[in-house]
């Protein structure tokens, strides 16, 4: 037998038992006579104690040992002189008394502590060592017990789990396919599923009724940072359901696992419309945990001489409270910041709210103090506060200034820790129009159907009417982040096909693409809605982390690599001749 116990588990009420313990060797210490190694497992960590009196030859043995190493011990269980309270075992040790070394290991590259020396790129090429370290493994008990709490819960709400395919058919909707090449069907390509979703719906056409499935998903996005190529779902999908009840539902069952992990009650969430959430707060994810709403300022800040607003769609700003004394420096780069590519505003403008009752802003130029008051009336600004302004096209603009809310809030501290605000967005629209590329594009997918009240329109209207469609589409927000996001589905092959038609797809590519699906909707397809949530963001929002790779046993790196496996890789000939494949790099 390797172990008698665990490594977390001992107590004062075993002292004097005759125990065996294995693990790794987390540290080791000399004190004369007295040589103390801590050994770690999972579990926890428990102290053993080798005495040069009691056994000199063991002693000495254990002396050698290095971090790492793989042992075993048996010895008795005694009181410590010297307790820890840090640490659950810390009232205990075992006295040694034999020890057998299982496998010695080299020194790791970095230390396996809580906070470790090793950079990112390190640990991501020996992730079985990170995966060593406490908080990784906090990480992946708490996703473990995540998956099971969700299982339990929708197991007793009827929900029954069902797997499907990983191979299945490239479709040029949503993001770029992983593809896989086909040995038996030559020049041919299954594509990993960016999400079960024409499953999902065919199993309700199946009369499966409620499903689920947590689930591996895979999109070829460029990264942008914290996004994974492949991910986990918790994909679901129900019949004969409104809106209403897939909102309820999935509001209990987020309200279940925060109770049940958190100890949270997250009560019952407020919703919101897509169309308030951008106005309000320059995103369709607001983070509620802070104020600082948009506000408009058109009328107060138009006609009077300053060009930039006087041309703008919209003059719009926020008002941060406290942070009238910001430096010159801080302003710059917030300005700075709102003026990078990725936000693209072409300049920011301040008023600061003196504890004196004046005003001084950076376009004093054309607004004098009783202009400026005006300003700060319309957002509710008092001596102390500060408000930045941006102007220009209304959509662009309330977005631009959404991100420098964020960016603010983030940057000065303002986020309260621990909170935890979700929201549902709700009336989302039905199409994109994509100025550029002159088409429609999906708001959430092509499955989404408009609100029922919006068919005939959809069916019968002009090209101005589809831009303004409602859809039953929703989004449930956590702390800023999107936790989850689904839809009432079209389950009418008329409507899909309308639905298609907009989207840009002849009625041919319509039916070779997903002519399955509607040729099931001619058979008595269910009305059906559903949701997924993003399992690893949720993980890291619930511990209020931002980063999902932490969450996750093998990540991905920024471009796409397993750095360990060192994937992806050539493969070699004989492979490729057998898949028909050649590899010429330009
Ligand atoms: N399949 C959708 C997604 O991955 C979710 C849904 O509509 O259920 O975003």
């Known amino acids: 037998m390797f172990r008698t116990h665990n490594c977390g588990e001992l107590r004062l009420t075993d002292a004097g038992t005759e125990v065996t313990l294995s693990g790794w060797v987390q540290a080791g210490r000399d004190f004369g006579g007295l040589t103390f190694v801590d050994l770690r497992d999972r579990y926890g960590i428990t102290q053993v104690v080798f005495d040069s009196d009691d056994d000199a030859p063991l002693t000495e043995q254990a002396r050698k040992l290095g971090r790492e190493w793989v042992i075993q011990v048996k010895g008795t269980v005694r009181e410590r002189t010297n307790k820890n309270p840090n640490r659950p075992t810390g009232d205990v040790e075992i006295l040694a008394r034999e020890m057998t070394v299982l496998n010695k290991s080299k020194v790791p590259p970095f230390t396996i502590e809580d906070e470790t020396d090793g950079g990112d790129d390190l640990r991501m090429k020996y992730r079985y060592l990170d995966l060593r370290r406490n908080p990784l493994q906090q990480n992946l008990i708490f996703r473990s017990k995540l998956a099971l709490a969700v299982r339990s819960y929708l197991a007793g709400q009827h929900f029954l789990e069902v797997e499907t395919p990983n191979l299945i058919k490239s479709t040029p909707e949503g993001a770029r396919d992983f593809v896989v090449p086909s040995r038996l069907n030559e020049g041919q390509f299954y594509a990993l599923p960016q999400s079960p979703q024409t499953f999902k719906q065919l199993l309700m056409v199946a009369g499966y009724d409620r499903y689920f499935q947590i689930v591996k998903c895979f999109r070829d996005e460029d990264l942008r940072a914290d996004r994974q190529p492949e991910f986990t779902q918790i994909d679901c999908e129900m019949a004969f359901v409104t809106q209403e009840e897939v909102l309820n539902t999935f509001e209990g069952l987020t309200r279940h696992v925060f109770q049940e992990l ?70 710059d780069a917030l300005t700075e910041w709102v003026k990078r590519p990725q936000i693209g505003a072409k300049g920011l403008v301040y008023v600061k709210c003196n504890e004196n009752g004046s005003y001084k802003s950076s376009v004093d130029k054309f607004f004098d103090q009783e202009a400026l008051g005006t300003w700060a009336a319309s957002a509710g600004a008092t001596p102390g506060d500060l408000l930045l302004v941006l102007s220009g096209n209304d959509e662009q603009t309330r977005t631009q200034l959404g991100n420098l809310r964020l960016h603010v809030a983030q940057e000065y501290d303002m986020i309260p820790a621990g909170v935890f605000k979700p929201l549902w967005v709700v009336d989302f629209p039905l199409l994109e129009w994509d100025e550029e590329a002159e088409r429609f594009h999906a708001m959430h997918h092509p499955f989404t159907s408009p609100k029922r009240e919006e068919v005939d329109r959809m069916l019968t209207g002009d090209h101005e009417t589809m831009k303004s469609l409602k859809a039953d589409a929703y989004d449930l927000v956590i702390n800023g982040a999107e936790i989850g996001g689904g839809s009432v589905r079209i389950f009418d092959r008329a409507l899909q096909e309308k639905n298609f038609q907009l989207l840009g797809f002849t009625p041919e590519e319509a039916e070779a693409q997903f002519g399955f699906l509607m040729g099931a909707f001619e058979y008595g397809a269910p009305p059906h809605a559903g949701i997924a949530f993003g399992f690893d963001r949720l993980c890291a929002v619930m511990n209020g982390k931002s980063s999902i790779r932490d969450y996750i046993a093998f990540p991905k790196n920024n471009q796409g690599r397993d750095v360990m496996i060192d994937a992806p890789a050539p493969i070699d000939e004989k492979q490729l001749r057998e898949l028909q494949l050649r590899v010429t790099v330009e």
């Open 262 to 331: 958190k100890g949270v009650d997250l009560g019952k969430f407020p919703r919101m419309q897509y169309d308030e959430a951008i106005r309000r707060f320059g995103s369709d994810k607001p983070d509620m945990r802070f104020g600082m709403e948009l506000v408009e300022l058109n009328e107060v800040a138009q006609n009077k001489g300053f060009n930039v607003f006087d041309s703008a769609e919209l003059v719009v700003g926020i008002r941060v409270p406290g942070l009238a004394d910001l430096s010159r420096k801080q302003l």
